[in-house]
């Protein structure tokens, strides 16, 4: 299931400095697109969510940004910090499919202090 | 802050024999759902649950698969006849609604391995 991807595998950036997490998807069907944070060991963690109506959703550290036609998403987290070292979840949902949702294949971030 | 919890964390069984995955999701939610991952894989859907129905199932989720909510906290996935294929680990995720970007709480999972 390719229909939604995320092709860094990883990512390292410095404490303070900005991540950029990508995500990329071919299903227009999806009406919500979601981040989740993943520690080993546990479940994944909701983090922030956009609407395919909208281009940009932020919370706090966490901007999303979606561009439609791209059909492409980004997660920002400004400043990261050493506790954001985590492997992060895209993920899309479709109300047609039940709101089920797709994941993507994670990218793992190292945020260096 | 509630939580969902599944139990076993580890659950190791042998091929062919059936397996109980335990979820309490959180207690005012009404939308269950399981999730697997294979080791080195994409998180999977398998199936997703409302008033005491699946409303949603994926391709995996055959015959030897089945969902139960026995009583008012618990929610059950059931592997009839366990494959080695279907060593993964099992996340489990509650809602209070569904779509419209609403959260699904996970659950830290349950490590299944077939022998």
């Known amino acids: 299931d390719q229909q939604v991807k995320q092709n860094s595998p990883s990512l390292s950036v410095q404490e303070g400095r900005i991540s950029i997490l990508n995500c990329d998807y071919t299903n227009s069907m999806f009406d919500y697109f979601l981040w989740y944070k993943k520690y080993p060991a546990e479940g994944p963690t909701f983090l922030i969510s956009i609407s395919s109506i909208k281009d940009k959703n932020e919370d706090g550290r966490f901007t999303v940004f979606l561009n439609k036609s791209a059909k492409h998403l980004s997660l920002h987290i400004v400043p990261s910090q050493p506790g954001d070292s985590a492997v992060y979840f895209c993920a899309a949902e479709s109300k047609a499919a039940g709101n089920k949702l797709t994941f993507g294949g994670g990218t793992r971030v190292l945020v260096k202090p | 802050e509630p939580e969902v919890t599944q139990t076993p964390s580890h659950q190791v069984t042998q091929m062919g024999q059936e397996v109980i995955l335990r979820c309490v999701p959180i207690s005012n939610h009404l939308y269950f759902y399981w999730y697997r991952q294979i080791l080195g894989q994409k998180v999977e859907f398998l199936v997703s649950f409302y008033n005491n129905e699946i409303s949603e199932k994926s391709e995996i989720f055959d015959d030897q698969f089945s969902v139960e909510r026995p009583d008012g906290s618990n929610f059950t996935l059931k592997i009839r006849s366990t494959k080695l294929e279907d060593s993964a680990m099992y996340f489990c995720?509650?809602?209070?609604?569904?779509?419209?970007?609403?959260?699904?709480?996970f659950g830290d999972g349950t490590r299944l391995s077939i022998l």
């Open positions: 995720a509650s809602s209070s609604l569904t779509g419209g970007g609403q959260p699904q709480h």
